[in-house]
Every structure is written in structure tokens, then in C-alpha cells.
């Protein structure tokens, strides 16, 4: 759908990608736990997962990250207005992420928060991003989302262990050319606090301190996760859909959050968009919660799906319960 030429948008102008070296197989952690290869691909589709050596926090991926980025925009860190970081797992509470980000860079002009809304945050900071670029308030914002997923989840635990990766994705959303055509077109963001318990990690805040060592861990629920994921992903995506006159031909890339394969297939098949246009890279990268949407676009960049000009959803799911869904031409 065309953008109006008189509104002032904001576009996304690159995309880079962190991950850490070590990749662990699922036999790998078949030796760890009481599962199997064959059990985590059927149900899953995740064969691999990068993690980061013990003891490494986020800031380590986010740096090089938002390093690349600048560098493949061509952006110089002082022009930064601000830096979010999506993230649940980040080095500590406080300093933010984006501010241990911002020093590195030396980004000495930029403000810098991180953004806790687990799977969902990357769409929504670039919501957010978004919003500050079209009130006139910022020019060119950092919008970070990553995770150490392997710092929260219990090795123990074969139900929620062999879900998740670590990785980080960086964008550059800034101002477009007027009459570009190019930017974000349109977002939605939801919540349901009533199902927070289905997925949750417990003793992390003010209610149960993370000195309770044993809720330091992701619980869930994962039949009642899989069954609101693909309802609540379709639901948006059908709703973004209709608020903006967009059919499935309106769509050249659909980039969901990296949860499960069975959970991506479905949602694929209501919006009626052929596999060759999802991306996909949970079998490589399994659930690395704010950094799944970021990295699968510096993927499609990769492969040469991804160009100036690009139609493409972003839709995500995860605790909260919270979900969204964003709509842009990619590029200036
Ligand atoms: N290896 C072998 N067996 C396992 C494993 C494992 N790694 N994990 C669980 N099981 C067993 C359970 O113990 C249970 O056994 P039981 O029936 O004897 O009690 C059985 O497998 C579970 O079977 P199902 O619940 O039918 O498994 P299902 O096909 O639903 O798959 C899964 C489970 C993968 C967790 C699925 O429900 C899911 O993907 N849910 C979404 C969860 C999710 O993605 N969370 C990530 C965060 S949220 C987000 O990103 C959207």
C-alpha cells in the first residue's frame, strides 16, 4: 500500500546480526537430558542452537551488533538519537543494556533504555522507535533485541532446555525520504496478563528475588503457549491486514518469531503465503527470544530476499501474554 507523502515515516535502513561461535547440537543435548534428536526436530524444527560460553552477557553480542549496523548504513555513532534494547536477559538489571551499548559505541548523543516484553520486545521497540521518528522527536534510533536465553533456562529441564539459543540483531530505523514510499506502513501490540503464569520467569523481580536461585528459571506451559501463539500471531496479522487493505499478495516476506516450526507452519497457511515466503532459521538458531525477528531479517538480507523496497510482516508472540505484529517497506 502506498505511504503517504505528506506524513512523516520512519524506515529501517539496516540490519546486522551477532551470534556467539559455539553451536550445540540436539545429540549434544540428548546427553544432558532424556530427549532425542528425532523428538526436538519433529516437534520443533530446531536441529542446532548457538549459546555463548557461561558467564558472557548480552552486551557481548549487542556491541558487534550495533557496530555493524552503523557501519552498513553508514551512520556515525554521534548521530545516534537513541538506543532500545528488547531484551529479558540482559547483563544486569541496571545499567540497561542500551546504555552499556551507548558507551561502547560512543554514541554520546544518544539517550538509551532497554524494553522488557519477552518474544514480542523487538516489535515492539521498533514500535516504539517508530513513534519517536514519526512525532519528530528522533532521528535515527538503535533497535536492538537479543538474548542470552542459555543464562535463564534450566539445563535440567527437557521441556523448556531445548527451545531456546542465544543470538542478537540490530536495525537502524531513521527518518524517510519524503515520497520514498519506502518505511513502516503500520504496527499492533497486544497484551492478556491473565495468562502471565503460562510463561514466566518467576524470581527475577521484586515479588520473589533472583536469591530464590530455583524460579530464576523460563516455566511454562507450553500446549497453552503453542495453542495462543498461533491464534493470537494469525489474529494480528489478520487485523493489521484489514486495517491497512492489504491481501496476502500485499506481503513478500512474512518474518515470524522462532518458536517452533509447527507453530510458524500454520500461521503461513491462514494468511495462505507459500513457505518460500517465511523466513525461517529456528532449525539453526532454535528461540532466541527478542533476537529471533532481527536475526531472520539479516538472514533474508543474506540470501537476497530482503532489499530497499521489500514488503514485509513481522509478527511475534511470548510471555506476558503479549503479541504484535508490523507492516513496512524495508529501506529508505
Ligand atoms: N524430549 C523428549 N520428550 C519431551 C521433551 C524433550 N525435549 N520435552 C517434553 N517432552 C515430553 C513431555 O515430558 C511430555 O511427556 P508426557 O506426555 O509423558 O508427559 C511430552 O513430551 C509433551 O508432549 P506434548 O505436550 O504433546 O508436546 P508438544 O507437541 O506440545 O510439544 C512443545 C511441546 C515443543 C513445548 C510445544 O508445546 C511448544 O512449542 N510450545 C510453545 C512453547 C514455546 O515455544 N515457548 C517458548 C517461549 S514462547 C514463545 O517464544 C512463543
Known sequence: ????????????????AALPERRVTNQELAHQVDTTDEWIVSRTGIRERRLVEPGTGLSALAIPAARRCLEKAG?????????????ISGDQIMPAVAN???????ANNAWGYDLLNACNGFVAALSTATCFIEAGRAERILVIGGDVMSSIVDWKDRNTCVLFGDGCGAVLVEAAAPGSGNGVVGFELHS???????????????LKPPAWAKGHFIHQNGRVV????????????DSL???????????????????????IEPIAERIGLPMDKVV??????????????????????????????????????????TWGACYLRWGR
Not at 551512520?75 to 531484551?87: E, K, R, Y
Not at 486495517?243 to 516476506?253: E, G, M, Q, R, V
Request: charged share 20%; hydrophobic share 50%; aromatic share 2%.
Open 75 to 87: 551512520v556515525a555513532a554521534a548521530d545516534l538519537d537513541g538506543i532500545i534494547v528488547a531484551t
Open 100 to 106: 552499556l551499548v551507548q558507551h561502547a559505541l560512543g
Open 226 to 237: 503453542f495453542q495462543n501463539a498461533v491464534r493470537r500471531m494469525t489474529e494480528v496479522v
Open 1 to 16: 500500500m502506498p505511504l503517504s507523502n505528506e506524513r512523516r515515516r520512519a524506515c529501517v535502513t539496516a540490519v546486522a
Open 192 to 206: 492478556d496478563g491473565g495468562k502471565g503464569d503460562d510463561l514466566s520467569l518467576p524470581c527475577a523481580g521484586s
Open 241 to 263: 491486514m484489514g486495517a491497512y487493505s492489504l491481501t496476502k499478495d500485499d506481503i513478500d516476506l512474512l518474518v515470524p518469531h522462532q518458536a517452533n516450526l509447527r507453530i
Open 280 to 321: 525461517i532459521n529456528i532449525d539453526r538458531l532454535a528461540n532466541t527470544t527478542a533476537a529471533t525477528i532481527p536475526l531472520a531479517l539479516a538472514d533474508a538480507e543474506a540470501d537476497g530476499r530482503l532489499k530497499v523496497g521489500t514488503r514485509v510482516m513481522l509478527v511475534a508472540f511470548g510471555g506476558g501474554l
